[in-house]
């Protein structure tokens, strides 16, 4: 009887579907071994972060710090109004996370969408905004109140602006202002052109301006403080990314990096 030896084939083929199998099921993508895996978030490559103006450099900065700390990962940011943000996440834009800068804005997210738990991770507090000259010589909220003294204000529903109603009214001041910007970020570009005497603003973005604006504190700035949550949504499409990039900001080296900034812990 003729013994029959496999041939090359048949010893080829098991082992060579083996080796297609561990490079990614014929994907022609490379394989991911199981620790970049993990780091990437059960294999997400992005984490798209929809985030406040006023959080654009201290986020900015956290996230070069996530990326550095996950290899092969990139942060996508979408800065804007907070209330513009959430709608357009309510309308089925792809987010990750969003850190808003008000609870009002978080709910219309958290009730229309599921979320984590939103935390409040920082406060901000305004200041009047003004060109380094001064020439309208403002000193005190009550000047905004003047005719003569051109204000720029954030429109009423985002949340700086909602703010600032909360301190004029505070101060019993009916204020005109010439022109209501969609977002902080918006409102301080007025003064920082010379195109206004003077902006209600966050302090910290009168921080970031780096000198091109002078900032003055106002007492009634203390009945309008604004509380900021974020939260990793339940559809995240980078799903670990998200809660691991909400863990960075929440963490001691997340604050440090936003009290330098000017924002007050919660």
């Known amino acids: 009887m003729v013994s029959r030896r496999p041939s090359r084939w048949a010893i080829a083929l098991p082992v060579a579907l083996a080796l297609a199998g561990l490079s990614g099921c014929g994907s022609g993508q490379p394989a991911t071994t199981s620790a970049s895996a993990s780091a990437a978030g059960g294999g997400a490559k992005e984490v798209t972060v929809f985030a406040a103006a006023s959080l654009t450099g201290t986020f900015t900065q956290l996230g070069k710090t996530f990326e550095a700390a996950h290899p092969g990962t990139t942060v996508k940011f979408n800065f804007g109004s907070s209330a513009t943000l959430a709608q357009q996440i309510v309308q089925g834009a792809p987010a990750d996370v ?22 409040t991770f920082v406060r901000n507090k305004l200041q009047i905004a003004v060109p380094k000259d001064n020439p309208a010589q403002v000193d005190a909220l009550r000047d905004l109140a003047d005719a003569k003294v ?12 909602a703010a600032a109603v909360k301190a004029l009214d505070a101060a019993g001041l009916k204020v005109t202002p010439v022109t209501l910007e969609q977002d902080v ?29 002078t900032g003055i504190a106002f007492p009634e700035a203390d009945q309008a403080v604004n509380d900021y949550p974020i939260a990793a949504l339940a559809k995240a499409p980078a799903g670990d990314l998200a809660g691991r990039f909400v863990d960075l900001v929440l963490s001691q080296q997340g604050r440090d990096v936003l009290t330098k900034a000017g924002f007050e812990a919660p």
């Open 98 to 119: 969003f850190a808003a800068a008000s609870p009002a804005t978080m709910k219309t997210v958290t009730d229309a969408s599921p979320a984590a738990p939103p935390t």
């Open 150 to 161: 051109k204000v720029a204000l954030c429109a009423e529903q985002v949340p700086c602006g």
């Open 185 to 213: 970020k918006a409102t301080l570009t007025k003064v920082e052109l010379g195109e206004v005497d003077a902006a209600l603003v966050y302090k910290t973005d009168v921080i970031a301006s780096a000198g091109k604006v």
